[in-house]
């Protein structure tokens, strides 16, 4: 006769890691925030005036954006024409590419924040568009990223790009596979000799 003791062959639910925990209760408290703010400032400036700002805020978000989104295009079209040109000179193309392209990505998130409705978005944003804080973010974001991927065992983000690549003397990526030859030289593998690899 079986009692109804449960039993604990069910494994344990994994835990909830803390950014699922938090995000949805930043986000609650961020809307209520942003909305108690807009009726305090309605109260003292009145409705047209947060009107006014929502708008203000739109148009600017919206013109960054497009600002950013050229910014990014024209680095980009830049970069294709130095690898199309051989990389002759790279005193030249190095400065000028990585100068424009530097804190595009913050731009681009100000932009963003500065089309949702909110004070606090329109804020935060408008701090974004500053470029001291850009590059600051900046040195911060890559110190990070490269810290995490050297505890994941991958050295560093650079490293971790070349080992995922193999070029050739001209520039150009070759797929292809390494065959590791365990037996010795004079013994052949079962499978017999392997066929060339397509070009």
Do not use: C
Not at 29 to 39: G, M, Y
């Amino acid at each position: 006769m079986t009692t109804g003791v449960p039993s604990s062959t069910h494994p344990a639910r994994p835990r909830r890691s803390r950014l699922r925990t938090f995000l949805p209760l930043g986000v609650a408290a961020w809307l209520v925030l942003e909305i108690w703010l807009l009726t305090v400032v309605a109260g003292a400036a009145g409705g047209f005036t947060v009107f006014l700002l929502l708008v203000a805020g739109f148009v600017g978000g919206s013109a960054v954006v497009k600002r950013a989104g050229r910014r990014a295009f024209r680095a980009l079209s830049e970069t294709l024409q130095q690898q199309q040109g051989g990389a002759a000179d790279p005193g030249t193309g190095s400065g000028s590419g990585s100068g424009k392209s530097e804190g595009n990505g913050f731009l681009m998130l100000g932009g963003l924040l500065l089309l949702l409705p909110g004070l606090v978005s329109d804020a935060v944003g408008l701090v974004l568009l500053i470029p001291p804080v850009q590059k600051a973010l900046g040195r911060y974001t890559e110190r990070t990223f490269e810290r995490k991927i050297r505890e994941a065992g991958g050295g560093t983000f650079g490293d971790a790009f070349q080992q995922a690549r193999m070029h050739r003397p001209d520039g150009k990526v070759v797929q292809g596979e390494v065959i590791r030859d365990d037996a010795g030289a004079g013994e052949q593998s079962p499978e017999g000799p392997r066929p060339p690899l397509d070009r």
